[in-house]
């Protein structure tokens, strides 16, 4: 391999809210030299203290996932850092003045249109990369979750799901070619269901939510009563359920746009191992916590060609 770094050529800022915190910020992203990797400075925090983004610094996978270095956090990453992977950029540092990433509508797209904005150009250093000798996997049989990487000369993920209800059944994605990321990935949201929201509103999260950030499934029969309650809790107008199972909040990219995501999801918490991977992924059932517990694991097994 003999690609260059990359960087951006300018700095370019995005404002937005945490979708957990609801606290609104300005995330900036900065030009950096080659082999700086990716960096997050907290300019809120006294003395601007910086994290970088490696698997090392993960410190908790709950609703999202989150670094952490003495005592400063920063939450909800992984869209950004898919952005970064799919725009094939290197080097940058990103400064942030609240806790949590804005999670803008939900996906990577925003992130991946001000980095195009900023404009990406090569540097002096060829590219790091990761690659494996074997198959590697990562499994917990009791939750039926799998995530393994075989050798392969590329980068490519298969992603499958199964929430065993009538509106999120099995459903795959792949991506063989992460030059395909903007078109094919970078727009696809996150998802919950219904039932979800009260627990996640009740239990101090979700205060940046706005029903413009999320698909919501609906896998039960609810009463338009709840319906217009919950519309109310997100200040929307009144909402209905759609023949597919989904509120009608907003529309699906693709059928498919849950596995789609997930598989974002997966790209940006393995860009935590640093560099570029290069090898055949499956995943079955992936989360925060599956991803970088299988992360942890391939630290110790990748060599940098």
Do not use: W
């Amino acid at each position: 391999m003999t690609d260059s770094q990359k960087t951006i050529n300018k700095t370019v800022s995005i404002t937005g809210s945490g979708l957990h915190t609801g606290q609104t910020g300005t995330l900036t992203f900065r030009p950096a030299k080659e082999n700086h990797g990716i960096k997050f400075r907290r300019v809120d925090v006294e003395g601007q203290p910086v994290i970088d983004a490696t698997i090392d610094n993960v410190i908790s996978t709950d609703r999202g996932t989150t670094l952490g270095k003495n005592g400063v956090k920063i939450f909800t990453i992984e869209h950004v850092l898919a952005a970064l992977s799919g725009t094939g950029i290197d080097n940058v540092l990103i400064d942030i003045d609240m806790e949590e990433m804005p999670i803008m509508d939900g996906s990577a797209i925003k992130y991946v249109e001000i980095l195009e904005e900023a404009g990406i150009r090569e540097q002096n250093e060829p590219k790091i990369y990761y690659t494996v000798d074997e198959k590697v996997v990562f499994e917990i049989p009791e939750k039926k979750i799998y995530i393994s990487i075989e050798p392969a000369e590329k980068f490519s993920v298969e992603v499958e799901i199964d929430y065993e209800t009538k509106v999120l059944g099995k459903q795959y994605a792949k991506l063989d070619d992460l030059k395909d990321f903007k078109t094919e990935i970078a727009k696809c949201r996150t998802f919950v269901f219904l039932h979800e929201l009260e627990y996640l509103l009740n239990n101090n999260l979700i205060k940046g939510g706005d029903m413009s950030n999320a698909i919501v499934f609906v896998n039960k029969v609810v009463e338009q009563e709840e319906l217009d309650r919950l519309a109310e809790l997100f200040n929307k107008p009144k909402v209905k359920v759609k023949d597919i199972g989904i509120l009608n909040n907003l529309d699906l990219y693709f059928d498919n746009e849950p596995a789609r995501h997930k598989l974002l999801d997966l790209i940006g918490d393995l860009k935590l191992l640093g560099g570029n991977l290069l090898g055949k992924i499956k995943a079955v059932r992936p989360g925060h916590y599956t991803n970088t517990e299988f992360a942890k694991q391939l630290k110790h097994k990748i060599k940098r060609l």
